[in-house]
């Protein structure tokens, strides 16, 4: 089996870019969470 | 079959293709100075429409247009890199520089472009959404696949991607389309041409060498000047409409009226400009001011608007 080796600069790309990644999507968690607050809250207070 | 040392990939056969994109260079490919210009005209249309947003869902509205408009540009970058990598402008580009494939970034803009368009449907409403997947349609399909290429035009109608933000901002809050509406996406749509025309004016070669059939290049500089000229007369024209139809005051009206004078003078000092001339002043002077223009005019009628609303309510605590 052939094994393949990152270089650093493979390796640091991949790193920001799993970063932004996640980011993002902790993001759009926050984002769905706080619309769902929004368009329902008024609807669960009356 | 091959393996990454840690165990963090499988490969196919051959010789991997391992990325050494950053985040950065994925960000570059949504062309971040073009999507400054559409968070600002978006949020322009979203606070001088009338009505109530809620503030969180109006930062998404300006998120989901911005992120669509950077798509496009995404998906342009996909399908312009054999013209990018020949003009000295784009060069530098991802795609081109060889730090991102064509197919990378064609699924980086299909991605962010359905995502974007069915955020801001669910989020807001589905008039801003549909407005935002034509926008998206009109940049990548009709502008950059077919116009560019094809006619000396193409700014002329592509401009009107460029023009939609401020329409569907204000589609978030009204859920409807209006005559002021339009004016805000005309005043862009006429700015576009004279604005695009003085860079194409001092990259004429660049845009020569690629083939890409702009007006300087199909028509020569003088009717590309007078032509110059004619849409810089309009868009002095159509600045001045917000106070014309009552949407703005006549405070806004006399700075939209300098601006424009501004926009128009320097349109001249193109004309006059000698033909064949290398250094090109005053092309690059109209294209600086184009951008000033543009920022300004928005700006005054964000700050008139809020100004107006301060004033209402002053006058209704008294």
Known sequence: ?46 | MTLIDNHEAVGMEGAPRLSEASARDYFELLKPRVMSLVVFTAFAGLVLAPGQINPFIGFIAILCIAVGAGASGALNMWYDADIDAVMSRTAKRPIPAGKILPEEALAFGLTLSAFSVIILGLAVNWLAAGLLAFTIFFYAVIYTMWLKRSTPQNIVIGGAAGAFPPMIGWACVTGGLSIESIVLFLITFLWTPAHFWALALFKMRDYGAVGVPMMPNVCGEGTTKKQIVIYAVLTALIGICPTLLGFASLGYGAFATVMGLGFVWYSIGVLRMPEGDERMVPAKKLFAFSIAYLFAIFSALVVDHVIAQVWLNAGGIA
């Open chain 1, 1 to 46: 089996m052939e094994t393949v080796k990152l270089s650093d600069s493979q390796r640091k790309s991949r790193r920001s870019r799993n970063i932004a990644l996640g980011l993002v999507l902790a993001g759009l968690v926050a984002l769905f969470y706080v619309v769902t607050l929004i368009k329902f809250g008024n609807g669960m207070v009356h």
